[in-house]
């Protein structure tokens, strides 16, 4: 498809303000392989098991074949496949220190004993899909081998063991250039093996905060890119990134959509660090933002709450809605902030949260015009609680107001299905 100039977009739009609308959503182009056509779900070891090479202390979390083995089962015995999650992921620290006689990345031996091949063989075997790391630079974050100058025998080795997601970091890269260079070359180096690949990038992170990312690029070379520092498992760390989001909006919520989505990192939920109403407000917003949906936890032991809000079929479908269109914070009140999301079949998506650290559960009121850019509930709607629990509410007329109770850093997330008029 080839880009109108933005003087012929002009006259396209005094002709045709509908084609606008059409071409509006279609002006970016995506990456074309056919992937990620709604946000990648499935499970990331980095944020819970980090760089643990230590098997002889730690054999249950340290990065070896046996975590992914474990964690592939649980996916499908636990219901989580059944959910949506389906790609199993290794971040850094699987390889071995150097390449082989060939040049190519290898795993490390102790660790990984059967190869990713057949680790992907078994996850494969399970109805899942094998994810794996890489760098755009000479060494990965962790100081493994970078895929500076190697970039079409990465790809192919990856192709050739039967990998399904790329995610290409952006450590030990000495330029701008380079990185741009490298990003576009890996991508089309996993084109090129023929293999469906999900190109996980980095790209925009390591470009802020001196330089603008060209969004309209990325996507055309990613189906998802982080543009923030890495999540912790804090809420300290959730706050800044909904913080930048928030802030950044003008910039990046028109061009995530089918094929390609911005990537706020990782899902935080069961682990150590998030109350019970943080871990809502994780869930909801990342639902509201599009966001892959990759968890980092410990699936062999998790409490029995928040794998269910995990495995939340409402929100999930929420962040999985075909239209795909990316949310927003609409208004940020004194101690309140309403994001929303526009859904198929003219929905919309409401996140109402409770900034206030302090207190109890604080009282809301919000006007059902001011929402849906007016048209939600016009002229009536139904709306849904969905979380922190699902509640019905019924039947609401365009003028009327809806009041509910947020829960100090907690988050109300409602469903909004407007009734269709005749
Ligand atoms: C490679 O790119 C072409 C065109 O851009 C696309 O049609 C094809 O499906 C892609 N192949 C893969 C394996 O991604
Ligand atoms: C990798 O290292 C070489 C040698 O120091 C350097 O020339 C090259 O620019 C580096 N590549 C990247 C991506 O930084």
């Given at each position: 498809m080839k880009f109108c100039s933005s003087q012929r977009l002009g006259s396209v739009l005094a002709l045709f303000f509908f084609a606008l609308v059409f071409w509006d959503v279609l002006?970016?182009?995506?990456?074309?392989?056919?992937?990620a056509r709604t946000p990648t779900m499935g499970w990331l070891h980095w944020e819970r098991f980090m760089c643990n090479l230590d098997c002889q202390e730690e054999p249950d979390s340290c990065i070896s074949e046996q975590l992914f083995m474990q964690m592939a089962e649980l996916m499908v015995s636990d219901g989580w496949k059944d959910a949506g999650y389906e790609y199993v992921c290794i971040d850094d620290c699987w390889m071995a220190p150097q390449r082989d006689s060939k040049g190519r990345l290898q795993a490390d031996p102790q660790r990984f004993p059967g190869g990713i091949r057949r680790l992907a063989n078994y996850v494969h075997s399970k109805g899942l899909k094998l994810g794996i790391y890489a760098d755009v630079g000479n060494k990965t974050c962790a100081g493994f081998p970078g895929s500076f100058g190697y970039y079409d025998i990465d790809a192919k080795t990856f192709a050739d063991w039967g990998v399904d997601l790329l995610k290409f970091d952006g450590c030990h890269c000495d330029s701008i250039n380079l990185l741009a260079k490298g990003y576009k070359h890996m991508s089309l180096a996993l084109n090129k093996t023929g293999r469906s690949i999900v190109y996980s990038c980095e790209w925009p992170l390591y470009m802020w905060p001196l330089h603008q990312p060209n969004y309209k690029k990325i996507r055309q070379y990613c189906n998802h890119w982080r543009n923030f520092a890495d999540i912790y498992d804090s809420w300290e760390s959730i706050k800044l990134i909904l913080d930048w989001t928030a802030s950044n909006q003008d910039r990046i919520v028109n061009i995530a959509g089918p094929g390609g989505w911005n990537d706020p990192d990782m899902l935080v939920i069961g682990n150590f660090g998030l109350s019970w109403d943080q871990q809502v407000t994780q869930m909801a917003l990342w639902a509201i933002m599009a966001a892959p949906l990759f968890m980092s936890n410990d699936l062999r032991q998790i409490n029995p709450q928040a794998k269910a809000l995990l495995q939340n079929k409402d929100v999930i479908a929420v962040n999985q809605d075909p239209l795909g269109k990316q949310g927003y914070r609409l208004r940020k009140e004194k101690d309140i902030e309403v994001w929303e999301r526009p859904l198929s079949n003219l929905a919309w998506a409401v996140a109402l949260r409770n900034?206030?650290?302090?207190?109890g559960p604080l009282s809301y009121t919000t006007s059902l015009v001011s929402l849906g850019k007016g048209v939600a509930c016009n002229p009536g709607c139904f709306i849904t609680q969905l979380l922190p629990m699902k509640k019905d509410y019924g039947f609401y007329g365009w003028t009327s107001s809806f009041k509910t109770q947020i829960n100090p850093t907690g988050t109300v997330l409602l469903k909004l299905e407007a009734i269709s008029v005749n």
């Open positions: 002006g970016v182009r995506a990456l074309d392989n056919g992937l900034l206030k650290e302090i207190g």
